[in-house]
Protein backbone atom coordinates (compact mmCIF):
# COMPACT_ATOMS: atom_id res chain seq x y z
CA UNK A 1 0.00 0.00 0.00
CA UNK A 2 1.53 3.29 -0.75
CA UNK A 3 2.41 5.56 1.40
CA UNK A 4 -0.38 8.05 0.38
CA UNK A 5 -2.97 5.51 0.98
CA UNK A 6 -1.77 4.14 4.30
CA UNK A 7 -2.15 8.12 5.43
CA UNK A 8 -5.81 8.25 4.03
CA UNK A 9 -6.43 5.07 6.14
CA UNK A 10 -5.04 6.46 9.62
CA UNK A 11 -7.26 9.53 8.68
CA UNK A 12 -10.38 6.87 8.39
CA UNK A 13 -9.25 5.21 11.24
CA UNK A 14 -9.11 8.24 13.85
CA UNK A 15 -12.91 9.08 12.37
CA UNK A 16 -14.27 5.26 12.61
CA UNK A 17 -12.33 5.90 16.18
CA UNK A 18 -14.45 8.94 17.88
CA UNK A 19 -17.66 5.61 18.51
CA UNK A 20 -15.51 3.92 20.78
CA UNK A 21 -13.85 7.01 22.39
CA UNK A 22 -16.95 8.42 23.36
CA UNK A 23 -18.21 5.65 25.07
CA UNK A 24 -15.20 3.91 26.96
CA UNK A 25 -13.50 7.02 27.72
CA UNK A 26 -15.61 8.00 30.71
CA UNK A 27 -16.32 4.33 32.01
CA UNK A 28 -13.44 4.69 34.97
CA UNK A 29 -15.39 7.97 35.86
CA UNK A 30 -18.72 6.70 36.40
CA UNK A 31 -18.71 6.54 40.15
CA UNK A 32 -17.23 9.80 40.82
CA UNK A 33 -19.46 11.68 38.09
CA UNK A 34 -22.62 10.20 40.04
CA UNK A 35 -21.13 11.94 43.36
CA UNK A 36 -20.38 14.61 42.17
CA UNK A 37 -23.16 15.24 40.06
CA UNK A 38 -25.58 13.85 43.14
CA UNK A 39 -26.97 11.37 41.51
CA UNK A 40 -26.81 7.33 41.29
CA UNK A 41 -24.52 5.14 39.49
CA UNK A 42 -27.35 3.98 37.53
CA UNK A 43 -28.26 7.12 36.81
CA UNK A 44 -25.14 7.68 34.87
CA UNK A 45 -24.88 4.15 33.35
CA UNK A 46 -28.22 5.28 31.57
CA UNK A 47 -26.29 7.88 30.18
CA UNK A 48 -25.01 5.06 27.87
CA UNK A 49 -28.40 4.71 26.47
CA UNK A 50 -28.69 8.21 26.08
CA UNK A 51 -26.01 8.44 23.72
CA UNK A 52 -26.61 5.23 21.70
CA UNK A 53 -30.17 5.49 20.95
CA UNK A 54 -29.69 8.78 18.65
CA UNK A 55 -26.54 7.22 17.77
CA UNK A 56 -28.31 4.38 15.93
CA UNK A 57 -31.25 6.52 15.05
CA UNK A 58 -29.18 9.16 12.93
CA UNK A 59 -27.02 6.14 11.59
CA UNK A 60 -30.02 6.05 9.43
CA UNK A 61 -29.39 9.32 8.21
CA UNK A 62 -25.82 9.96 8.07
CA UNK A 63 -24.81 7.96 5.15
CA UNK A 64 -27.87 9.35 3.29
CA UNK A 65 -26.60 13.16 3.77
CA UNK A 66 -23.78 12.54 2.71
CA UNK A 67 -24.90 10.91 -0.69
CA UNK A 68 -26.61 13.62 -1.17
CA UNK A 69 -24.51 17.11 0.00
CA UNK A 70 -21.27 14.82 0.13
CA UNK A 71 -18.61 13.14 2.65
CA UNK A 72 -16.51 15.43 3.86
CA UNK A 73 -19.96 18.30 4.22
CA UNK A 74 -21.33 15.62 6.43
CA UNK A 75 -18.74 14.84 8.50
CA UNK A 76 -18.02 18.60 8.67
CA UNK A 77 -21.45 19.36 10.53
CA UNK A 78 -21.37 15.74 12.34
CA UNK A 79 -17.84 16.27 13.83
CA UNK A 80 -18.61 19.95 14.67
CA UNK A 81 -21.37 19.29 16.76
CA UNK A 82 -20.30 16.64 18.41
CA UNK A 83 -17.36 18.94 19.48
CA UNK A 84 -20.02 21.65 20.99
CA UNK A 85 -21.65 18.54 22.45
CA UNK A 86 -18.80 17.63 24.31
CA UNK A 87 -17.91 20.71 26.17
CA UNK A 88 -21.51 20.76 27.31
CA UNK A 89 -21.19 17.39 28.71
CA UNK A 90 -18.35 18.82 30.15
CA UNK A 91 -19.64 21.16 32.02
CA UNK A 92 -23.09 19.78 32.61
CA UNK A 93 -24.26 20.84 36.25
CA UNK A 94 -26.64 17.75 37.03
CA UNK A 95 -27.33 14.53 35.47
CA UNK A 96 -30.40 15.31 33.25
CA UNK A 97 -28.23 18.02 31.34
CA UNK A 98 -25.47 15.29 31.40
CA UNK A 99 -27.96 13.33 29.42
CA UNK A 100 -29.20 15.82 26.87
CA UNK A 101 -25.15 16.93 25.49
CA UNK A 102 -24.88 13.25 25.31
CA UNK A 103 -27.54 12.63 23.01
CA UNK A 104 -26.01 15.19 20.99
CA UNK A 105 -23.07 13.22 21.46
CA UNK A 106 -25.33 10.23 19.77
CA UNK A 107 -26.57 12.10 16.97
CA UNK A 108 -23.86 13.83 15.30
CA UNK A 109 -21.03 11.74 16.21
CA UNK A 110 -21.79 8.71 14.09
CA UNK A 111 -21.42 11.07 10.73
CA UNK A 112 -17.10 9.68 10.95
CA UNK A 113 -18.14 6.24 11.62
CA UNK A 114 -20.31 6.04 8.47
CA UNK A 115 -18.83 7.45 6.44
CA UNK A 116 -15.32 6.41 6.69
CA UNK A 117 -17.40 3.16 5.94
CA UNK A 118 -18.07 4.22 2.57
CA UNK A 119 -15.08 6.23 1.66
CA UNK A 120 -12.95 2.78 2.45
CA UNK A 121 -15.24 0.79 -0.39
CA UNK A 122 -15.53 4.48 -2.68
CA UNK A 123 -11.44 4.46 -2.35
CA UNK A 124 -11.02 0.83 -2.85
CA UNK A 125 -11.41 -2.11 -4.85
CA UNK A 126 -11.90 -6.08 -4.51
CA UNK A 127 -8.93 -7.80 -1.97
CA UNK A 128 -7.50 -4.07 -1.48
CA UNK A 129 -10.97 -3.00 -0.25
CA UNK A 130 -10.92 -5.40 2.57
CA UNK A 131 -7.54 -5.21 3.71
CA UNK A 132 -7.81 -1.62 3.92
CA UNK A 133 -11.42 -2.50 5.68
CA UNK A 134 -9.34 -4.76 8.15
CA UNK A 135 -6.88 -1.90 8.84
CA UNK A 136 -9.06 0.54 9.59
CA UNK A 137 -10.82 -1.64 11.88
CA UNK A 138 -7.40 -2.70 13.74
CA UNK A 139 -6.43 1.01 14.28
CA UNK A 140 -10.52 1.46 15.25
CA UNK A 141 -10.26 -1.63 17.69
CA UNK A 142 -7.02 0.28 19.64
CA UNK A 143 -9.33 3.11 20.74
CA UNK A 144 -11.52 1.11 23.56
CA UNK A 145 -8.21 -0.32 24.57
CA UNK A 146 -6.25 3.25 25.24
CA UNK A 147 -9.99 5.12 26.03
CA UNK A 148 -10.08 3.80 29.42
CA UNK A 149 -6.36 4.18 30.16
CA UNK A 150 -6.82 7.74 29.23
CA UNK A 151 -10.05 8.19 31.40
CA UNK A 152 -8.97 6.69 34.30
CA UNK A 153 -5.50 9.44 33.61
CA UNK A 154 -7.52 12.20 33.13
CA UNK A 155 -10.15 11.14 35.95
CA UNK A 156 -7.05 12.01 38.04
CA UNK A 157 -7.51 15.36 36.65
CA UNK A 158 -11.49 15.93 36.86
CA UNK A 159 -14.01 13.97 35.34
CA UNK A 160 -14.47 17.42 32.86
CA UNK A 161 -11.29 16.56 31.32
CA UNK A 162 -12.44 13.59 29.84
CA UNK A 163 -15.15 15.38 28.09
CA UNK A 164 -12.84 18.12 26.79
CA UNK A 165 -10.34 15.16 25.66
CA UNK A 166 -12.96 14.34 23.69
CA UNK A 167 -14.02 17.92 22.33
CA UNK A 168 -10.41 18.17 20.97
CA UNK A 169 -10.17 14.72 19.38
CA UNK A 170 -13.22 15.39 17.55
CA UNK A 171 -11.70 18.57 16.54
CA UNK A 172 -8.37 17.25 15.33
CA UNK A 173 -10.08 14.63 13.34
CA UNK A 174 -12.42 16.98 11.28
CA UNK A 175 -9.49 18.90 10.30
CA UNK A 176 -7.37 15.71 9.21
CA UNK A 177 -10.56 14.82 7.27
CA UNK A 178 -11.03 18.24 5.73
CA UNK A 179 -7.44 18.89 4.97
CA UNK A 180 -6.39 15.52 3.73
CA UNK A 181 -9.69 13.13 2.48
CA UNK A 182 -10.41 13.50 -1.25
CA UNK A 183 -14.70 14.03 -2.08
CA UNK A 184 -15.67 11.05 -2.95
CA UNK A 185 -19.29 11.25 -3.63
CA UNK A 186 -19.25 13.69 -6.72
CA UNK A 187 -22.08 16.20 -7.73
CA UNK A 188 -22.86 14.17 -10.59
CA UNK A 189 -23.33 10.94 -8.22
CA UNK A 190 -25.35 12.62 -5.63
CA UNK A 191 -29.04 11.50 -4.64
CA UNK A 192 -31.34 14.23 -3.85
CA UNK A 193 -32.34 14.09 0.34
CA UNK A 194 -36.03 13.23 0.96
CA UNK A 195 -37.84 11.23 3.65
CA UNK A 196 -39.19 9.71 0.48
CA UNK A 197 -36.27 8.58 -0.88
CA UNK A 198 -34.88 7.99 2.46
CA UNK A 199 -37.12 5.19 3.09
CA UNK A 200 -37.07 3.93 -0.33
CA UNK A 201 -32.82 3.40 -0.20
CA UNK A 202 -33.93 1.58 3.13
CA UNK A 203 -36.90 -0.59 1.98
CA UNK A 204 -34.18 -1.84 -1.10
CA UNK A 205 -31.97 -2.58 1.63
CA UNK A 206 -33.91 -4.38 4.08
CA UNK A 207 -36.34 -6.12 1.97
CA UNK A 208 -32.66 -7.67 0.68
CA UNK A 209 -32.36 -9.97 2.47
CA UNK A 210 -28.47 -11.10 1.86
CA UNK A 211 -28.07 -7.84 3.39
CA UNK A 212 -30.30 -7.56 6.12
CA UNK A 213 -28.78 -11.10 7.20
CA UNK A 214 -25.02 -9.84 6.76
CA UNK A 215 -25.32 -6.65 8.76
CA UNK A 216 -27.39 -8.83 11.51
CA UNK A 217 -24.26 -10.62 11.75
CA UNK A 218 -21.75 -8.10 11.94
CA UNK A 219 -23.86 -6.77 15.29
CA UNK A 220 -24.78 -9.42 16.65
CA UNK A 221 -21.18 -10.64 16.27
CA UNK A 222 -19.57 -7.37 17.41
CA UNK A 223 -22.31 -7.05 20.91
CA UNK A 224 -20.87 -10.74 21.98
CA UNK A 225 -18.04 -8.58 22.66
CA UNK A 226 -19.43 -5.10 23.53
CA UNK A 227 -21.60 -6.86 26.78
CA UNK A 228 -18.51 -6.68 28.20
CA UNK A 229 -17.72 -3.06 27.43
CA UNK A 230 -20.77 -2.18 28.44
CA UNK A 231 -20.89 -3.76 31.59
CA UNK A 232 -17.49 -2.96 32.47
CA UNK A 233 -18.37 -1.07 35.49
CA UNK A 234 -19.78 -3.90 37.22
CA UNK A 235 -17.75 -6.31 35.32
CA UNK A 236 -14.24 -5.50 36.56
CA UNK A 237 -15.16 -3.09 39.98
CA UNK A 238 -17.49 -5.65 41.58
CA UNK A 239 -16.85 -8.97 40.17
CA UNK A 240 -13.15 -9.22 39.52
CA UNK A 241 -12.20 -6.15 42.04
CA UNK A 242 -10.30 -3.95 39.93
CA UNK A 243 -10.31 0.03 40.36
CA UNK A 244 -10.84 2.34 37.54
CA UNK A 245 -6.96 2.73 36.65
CA UNK A 246 -6.75 -0.76 36.21
CA UNK A 247 -9.47 -1.27 33.15
CA UNK A 248 -6.89 -1.89 30.94
CA UNK A 249 -6.78 -5.59 32.16
CA UNK A 250 -9.76 -5.81 29.93
CA UNK A 251 -9.76 -4.04 27.23
CA UNK A 252 -5.82 -4.32 26.50
CA UNK A 253 -5.90 -8.10 26.47
CA UNK A 254 -9.66 -7.93 24.62
CA UNK A 255 -8.36 -5.33 21.70
CA UNK A 256 -5.04 -7.06 21.44
CA UNK A 257 -7.41 -10.12 20.30
CA UNK A 258 -9.38 -7.58 17.79
CA UNK A 259 -6.31 -6.49 16.21
CA UNK A 260 -4.61 -9.60 16.11
CA UNK A 261 -7.60 -10.83 14.13
CA UNK A 262 -7.79 -8.08 12.00
CA UNK A 263 -4.14 -8.39 10.80
CA UNK A 264 -5.18 -12.31 9.85
CA UNK A 265 -8.03 -11.04 8.36
CA UNK A 266 -5.61 -8.56 5.60
CA UNK A 267 -3.09 -11.50 5.32
CA UNK A 268 -5.64 -13.78 4.56
CA UNK A 269 -7.30 -11.40 1.89
CA UNK A 270 -6.63 -12.77 -1.71
CA UNK A 271 -4.86 -15.35 -0.91
CA UNK A 272 -8.04 -17.86 0.55
CA UNK A 273 -11.55 -17.40 -0.57
CA UNK A 274 -13.54 -15.43 1.52
CA UNK A 275 -15.60 -18.05 2.66
CA UNK A 276 -13.57 -20.25 4.06
CA UNK A 277 -11.84 -17.68 6.19
CA UNK A 278 -15.74 -16.73 7.92
CA UNK A 279 -16.25 -20.45 8.72
CA UNK A 280 -13.15 -20.83 10.58
CA UNK A 281 -13.84 -17.16 12.17
CA UNK A 282 -16.95 -18.90 12.84
CA UNK A 283 -15.77 -22.11 14.48
CA UNK A 284 -13.09 -20.33 16.65
CA UNK A 285 -15.75 -17.94 18.48
CA UNK A 286 -17.46 -21.18 19.03
CA UNK A 287 -14.87 -22.58 20.79
CA UNK A 288 -14.20 -19.65 22.66
CA UNK A 289 -17.53 -18.84 23.75
CA UNK A 290 -18.14 -22.44 24.99
CA UNK A 291 -14.53 -21.83 26.77
CA UNK A 292 -15.62 -18.91 28.41
CA UNK A 293 -18.76 -20.86 29.70
CA UNK A 294 -16.98 -23.71 31.37
CA UNK A 295 -14.51 -21.31 32.68
CA UNK A 296 -17.32 -19.16 34.51
CA UNK A 297 -19.07 -23.05 35.34
CA UNK A 298 -15.72 -24.89 37.08
CA UNK A 299 -13.08 -22.04 38.03
CA UNK A 300 -13.62 -19.21 40.50
CA UNK A 301 -13.47 -15.75 39.46
CA UNK A 302 -10.28 -14.73 38.32
CA UNK A 303 -8.76 -11.75 36.22
CA UNK A 304 -6.77 -14.08 33.79
CA UNK A 305 -9.93 -16.83 33.44
CA UNK A 306 -12.60 -14.39 32.34
CA UNK A 307 -10.87 -11.84 30.18
CA UNK A 308 -8.68 -14.47 28.45
CA UNK A 309 -11.46 -16.10 26.33
CA UNK A 310 -13.34 -12.72 25.30
CA UNK A 311 -9.99 -11.87 24.14
CA UNK A 312 -9.56 -14.96 22.25
CA UNK A 313 -12.99 -14.68 20.96
CA UNK A 314 -12.04 -11.34 19.29
CA UNK A 315 -9.76 -12.88 16.98
CA UNK A 316 -12.78 -14.13 15.23
CA UNK A 317 -14.87 -11.82 15.83
CA UNK A 318 -12.09 -9.05 13.87
CA UNK A 319 -11.22 -11.98 11.43
CA UNK A 320 -14.84 -12.01 9.53
CA UNK A 321 -15.62 -8.09 10.41
CA UNK A 322 -14.06 -7.11 7.52
CA UNK A 323 -15.60 -9.91 5.20
CA UNK A 324 -19.40 -9.30 6.19
CA UNK A 325 -18.95 -5.70 5.86
CA UNK A 326 -17.31 -5.05 2.50
CA UNK A 327 -20.25 -7.86 1.08
CA UNK A 328 -22.77 -5.88 2.76
CA UNK A 329 -21.85 -2.92 0.82
CA UNK A 330 -21.28 -4.51 -2.07
CA UNK A 331 -24.80 -5.15 -2.66
CA UNK A 332 -25.56 -2.03 -2.91
CA UNK A 333 -23.38 0.82 -4.68
CA UNK A 334 -25.58 3.08 -6.10
CA UNK A 335 -26.35 4.40 -2.22
CA UNK A 336 -22.83 3.04 -0.73
CA UNK A 337 -23.01 5.83 2.53
CA UNK A 338 -26.94 4.78 2.96
CA UNK A 339 -25.92 1.14 2.90
CA UNK A 340 -23.07 1.73 5.47
CA UNK A 341 -25.53 3.82 7.79
CA UNK A 342 -28.06 0.56 7.68
CA UNK A 343 -24.82 -1.42 8.63
CA UNK A 344 -23.97 0.74 11.14
CA UNK A 345 -27.17 1.19 12.53
CA UNK A 346 -27.96 -2.72 13.25
CA UNK A 347 -24.85 -2.70 14.79
CA UNK A 348 -25.80 0.28 17.23
CA UNK A 349 -29.40 -1.26 17.58
CA UNK A 350 -27.93 -4.70 19.07
CA UNK A 351 -25.47 -2.28 21.16
CA UNK A 352 -28.09 -0.05 22.41
CA UNK A 353 -30.95 -3.02 23.36
CA UNK A 354 -27.64 -4.77 24.80
CA UNK A 355 -27.06 -1.09 27.45
CA UNK A 356 -30.59 -0.55 28.09
CA UNK A 357 -31.86 -4.34 28.45
CA UNK A 358 -29.57 -7.12 28.28
CA UNK A 359 -26.68 -5.91 30.36
CA UNK A 360 -28.59 -5.01 33.40
CA UNK A 361 -30.23 -8.46 32.97
CA UNK A 362 -26.95 -10.65 32.76
CA UNK A 363 -24.23 -8.51 35.03
CA UNK A 364 -25.19 -10.23 37.90
CA UNK A 365 -22.09 -12.57 37.50
CA UNK A 366 -19.53 -13.39 34.91
CA UNK A 367 -21.74 -16.61 33.89
CA UNK A 368 -24.78 -14.63 32.99
CA UNK A 369 -22.24 -12.31 30.88
CA UNK A 370 -21.16 -15.48 29.62
CA UNK A 371 -24.18 -17.22 28.05
CA UNK A 372 -25.07 -13.47 26.59
CA UNK A 373 -21.92 -13.83 24.63
CA UNK A 374 -22.97 -17.20 23.17
CA UNK A 375 -26.44 -16.29 22.97
CA UNK A 376 -25.10 -13.11 20.55
CA UNK A 377 -22.89 -15.65 18.43
CA UNK A 378 -25.48 -17.95 18.12
CA UNK A 379 -27.92 -14.56 16.43
CA UNK A 380 -24.74 -14.35 14.15
CA UNK A 381 -24.42 -18.06 13.15
CA UNK A 382 -27.66 -18.58 12.33
CA UNK A 383 -27.79 -15.41 10.08
CA UNK A 384 -24.12 -15.73 8.47
CA UNK A 385 -24.89 -19.64 7.76
CA UNK A 386 -27.79 -18.80 5.59
CA UNK A 387 -25.78 -16.08 3.22
CA UNK A 388 -24.54 -16.79 -0.01
CA UNK A 389 -21.50 -15.44 0.60
CA UNK A 390 -21.00 -18.88 3.27
CA UNK A 391 -22.32 -20.85 0.40
CA UNK A 392 -19.97 -19.97 -2.06
Known sequence: MKTHSIFLVYVLAALAALAPFAIDTYLPA??????????SD???QQSLTFYLLPYAAMTLWHGAI???????TTIKWGLGIFVLASIGCAFAPNVETLWFFRALQGASGGAGNTVARAMVRDLFEGAQAQRVMATVQMLFGIAPAVAPIIGGFLLGIHWQAIFIFLALYAAVSLWAAVKFLPETMPVEKRIQLSARSVLKS???LYTDAEFAKLVTAIGANFSGFFIYVLASPVFLGKHLGLNPQQYGYLFIPTVTGMV???YLAKRAAGRYSSHLVLKLAYLWMAIMAL????VCYTQPISVYANILPVALFNVGMAMCMPILSIAALDRHPRIR????SGQAFMQMLLSTVSAGIVVPLVWFSPLGLAWAMLAYLAIGLVMASTTQLWKK
Open 291 to 294: INLL
Open 202 to 204: YKS
Open 30 to 39: FHVMGTELGT
Open 260 to 262: LGS
Open 66 to 72: SDAIGRI
Open 42 to 44: LHI
Open 337 to 340: GTAA
